[in-house]
């Protein structure tokens, strides 16, 4: 199975980048680094990655107005392949544009419980708050500094007579354990088989009249006082698969699908004699978009006539 590409932002000393980068290291890691880059040339980070064979890109921002630093990051990342960026103790306030065009692929670390102690100083915050714990937070990146989903944390106990930095070395041993899994769960969902039958009924459920109903065993989508429209399977008769079935408009664009691009599309036992195609779910790229589209798709050529009709109307206006 191929492994997610991931991209490391650092800034400095960058241990949690080496959490990340050993963590990749084991069999069964579910991501690879393709590259770690920083804003600082001189980062001790950037020579522990190279000395670890990892491709490695320094520049300084200095100079430069934001767009366009972040600009050559955002070369740099498309030209390593990377498919998500791990941001680790990178001390950038990031351009909307960069944000935008990683959203939902770009992670960070941040040593509180968020949303409490967002910013610098969390330590001494927690700590002068009377807090009984401090920790760490993975969260999605969007437009807010240290504001998007959290994807996973660890509190840590606050002990009597602590200090900011007694209590910043235990956390790092916390940042260290919680990242590469975290990161390791979100690049995976992508082939686990809950979280893409989620997708896909979300999807599916969005479309007018659609109801879910199992089939042989699979989940199956169909619209009301209409036919089915879509399959989830997953491991069906243990073929060893996870995949979308919808219906193709005939045989001959079965075959053109299979024929152009048969690493994506299969044609389904069963019903592949009835025109339907199999879509592949579990090689970790899925394009929703392309996904959904066909749902509605094989939606239209599902529903009855008097919801189509409807739409055909609207999508005039
Ligand atoms: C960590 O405390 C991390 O939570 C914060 O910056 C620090 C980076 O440390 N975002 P390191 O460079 O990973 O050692």
């Known amino acids: 199975m191929t ?40 980062a001790p980070g950037l020579a522990l990655a190279a000395a670890e ?7 300084s921002h200095k100079g430069l107005d934001r767009a366009s630093f972040d600009a050559i990051m955002d070369d740099q990342l498309r030209a390593a392949q990377a498919e998500y960026v791990a941001l680790a103790g990178y001390m950038r306030i990031l351009s909307a544009g960069f944000v935008a065009r990683w959203e939902g ?6 040593p509180s419980l968020l949303p409490r102690y967002k910013g610098l ?13 401090g920790g760490c937070s993975v969260h ?24 900011a930095d007694s209590l910043a070395t235990r956390i790092m041993f916390a940042e260290h354990q919680l990242y590469p899994k975290v990161l ?24 007018p009249d659609a109801e879910e109903k199992a089939s042989h065993g699979s989940p199956g989508f169909f619209v009301t006082g209409g036919k089915f429209f879509a399959y989830f399977t997953a491991n069906h008769h243990q073929d060893g698969t996870i995949g979308l079935l919808v219906k193709a408009s005939g045989a001959e664009e079965q075959a053109m699908l299979i024929d152009r691009d048969p690493d994506l599309y299969y044609r389904p036992a069963y019903l592949g004699p009835f025109n339907w195609i199999g879509i592949r779910l579990d090689q970790g790229n899925n394009d929703w978009e392309h996904l959904a589209e066909w749902l509605s ?16 109307i609207a999508d005039e206006f």
């Not at 650092?10 to 069964?28: E, F, K």
């Not at 890691?29 to 600082?40: C, F, I, K, M, Q």
């Not at 692929?105 to 941040?110: K, S, V």
């Not at 939606?299 to 006539?305: D, F, G, I, T």
């Open 3 to 42: 492994k997610a590409k991931v991209a490391i932002l650092i800034s400095g000393r960058g241990s949690n980048m080496m959490a990340l980068l050993y963590a990749s290291r084991l069999p069964d890691s579910p991501y690879e680094v393709v590259l770690v880059a920083s804003n600082d040339p001189d």
């Open 53 to 59: 064979g990892v491709s490695t890109f320094g520049h």
């Open 105 to 110: 692929r770009m992670l960070n670390i941040h």
């Open 121 to 133: 100083d969390t330590h001494a915050r927690a700590i002068a708050a009377g807090d009984s714990h």
């Open 140 to 163: 999605l990146v969007t437009a807010e500094l240290d504001d998007g989903p959290v994807l996973g944390q660890i509190p840590v106990t606050i002990t009597p007579g602590e200090t």
């Open 184 to 207: 390791a769960e979100f690049v995976g969902r992508e082939r686990n088989p809950d979280w893409l039958l989620g997708k896909v009924r979300e999807l599916a459920l969005a479309l």
């Open 297 to 312: 798709k094989s939606w239209r050529l599902s529903a009855p006539k008097r919801l189509t009709k409807m739409l055909d």
